[in-house]
Each structure stands twice: as C-alpha cells, then as structure tokens.
T-cell receptor, first 116, second 114 residues
Framework: AQSVTQPDIHITVSEGASLELRCNYS??????LFWYVQSPGQGLQLLLK??????LVQGIKGFEAEFKRSQSSFNLRKPSVHWSDAAEYFC??????????????FGKGTKLSVKP | GAGVSQSPSNKVTEKGKDVELRCDPI?????LYWYRQSLGQGLEFLIY????????KSGLPSDRFSAERTGGSVSTLTIQRTQQEDSAVYLC????????????FGSGTRLTVV
C-alpha cells in the first residue's frame, strides 16, 4: 500500500536561513509526488510535482524538491526562508491508472515556523 | 468556475443531525475528491469520482457517510446522525481526467458537531 512519512511534525527556522523538509514514500511503482502548502485558514496550494524526467523539480515561491529513488525520498528545499513561508507543508504520493489520476495519499504534514 | 468552491465555509450542527456539504469543481475537471482534515491527522481520503465511473468509496469511515455527484459536476457529501468525532475540515478537490496534474483544492468546510 502507498504511504507517505513526514518525519518532522514541527520545524522552526530563522528568516533567511535555508530549509529542508523531509518526505519518504512507500510505493511499488514509479510514484507521482507532490508538495502542497496550507496557510492558516486556507485550502491547500500545489507547490510542485514530480512525474518523470529531471529529478530536481522547481516550484512556486522559490521552492524545489529532489526525487531520490534509491532513498524513496522527495525532500522539499528553499535556500532562503521568508516569514511568509510559515505554514503547514504536505507531501503526497499518487498513482496514475489507465489514463486517469487516482487519489493521492498525504503525509501528516510538517508545520514550519519562521523566527524573525 | 475559476476555482473549486465549497459551501458552507463553516457549519455548526447538533449531534445526531444530518448535514450536507457541497462542492462545485473547476469547470471541465472530471475527477472530484473528498478529504477530511482533522487536527494533527493530516488529510484522510474519503471518496473519489472519476467521470461516469463508479466512485471509489474505500475511504468512507462509516455508512453514515455518503456522497453523490450530479451531472458530472457538483458533489454533495452527506453525513447522517453526526457525531462529535465527525468534527473536522472537509476538503474537496478536482483535477482533469488526463495527466497527473495534482489537485486543485477548495477552501474547505469546517464542521463542528456540538
């Protein structure tokens, strides 16, 4: 069965510091991987996605993520965090069946706090 | 519409009452999903509609939960005889049929059962 693990429940970084949020997945085939961000009281916004090809994917708001098959990981990174990045981040893995996308399995999320 | 629209945004109901939550997906999106988000629990898959295919109901937690999608567009999630443990944010998302685009989420309905 598919599963996603986000080992860090809560991370605090200083503004301007670099960030890495960890995500590990379990899936029998090549996964489709996503990162979403949820600001307080808001819905989820797609940051970036990986389907195939280049294992380093760029997303919105200066985020990037790297797919490492050997480690079953899809970690999210940002070189310099801004106070507005404080939010909850969700990693998700999905499948693609017969031309249609199936449901995504989400991790439990990592809450990011940013110190001034 | 331009985005996924959910209504109501907030709903307070008494234990034992039935509630209906509505989702209006992005026009042209044939796939529609319902998730539940409880505090500290991440997102729990509930049900998935894809075009005219039978829905994937594997995530529904009990037979008190049901959902329908009329005309391949608007969906309604119904919770009968609500319990306090049903309190959560219910999120709807849609996506195009072809291509693994990820989802576009609505802002959710916050359900509080008192």
């Amino acid at each position: 069965a598919q599963s996603v693990t986000q080992p860090d429940i809560h991370i605090t970084v200083s503004e301007g510091a670099s960030l890495e949020l960890r995500c590990n997945y379990s899936y029998g085939a090549t996964p489709y991987l996503f990162w979403y961000v949820q600001s307080p009281g808001q819905g989820l916004q797609l940051l970036l996605k990986y389907f195939s090809g280049d294992t380093l994917v760029q997303g919105i708001k200066g985020f990037e993520a790297e797919f490492k098959r050997s480690q079953s990981s899809f970690n999210l990174r940002k070189p310099s965090v801004h106070w507005s990045d404080a939010a909850e981040y969700f990693c998700a893995v999905g499948a693609y069946y017969g031309g249609s996308q199936g449901n995504l399995i989400f991790g439990k999320g990592t809450k990011l706090s940013v110190k001034p | 519409g331009a985005g996924v629209s959910q209504s109501p945004s907030n709903k307070v109901t008494e234990k034992g009452k039935d509630v209906e939550l509505r989702c209006d997906p992005i026009s042209g999106h044939t796939a529609l999903y319902w998730y539940r988000q409880s505090l500290g629990q991440g997102l729990e898959f509930l049900i998935y509609f894809q075009g005219n295919s039978a829905p994937d109901k594997s995530g529904l937690p009990s037979d008190r939960f049901s959902a329908e999608r009329t005309g391949g567009s608007v969906s309604t999630l119904t919770i009968q005889r609500t319990q306090q443990e049903d309190s959560a944010v219910y999120l709807c998302a849609s996506s195009p049929k072809t291509g693994a685009y990820g989802y576009t989420f609505g802002s959710g309905t916050r359900l509080t059962v008192v």
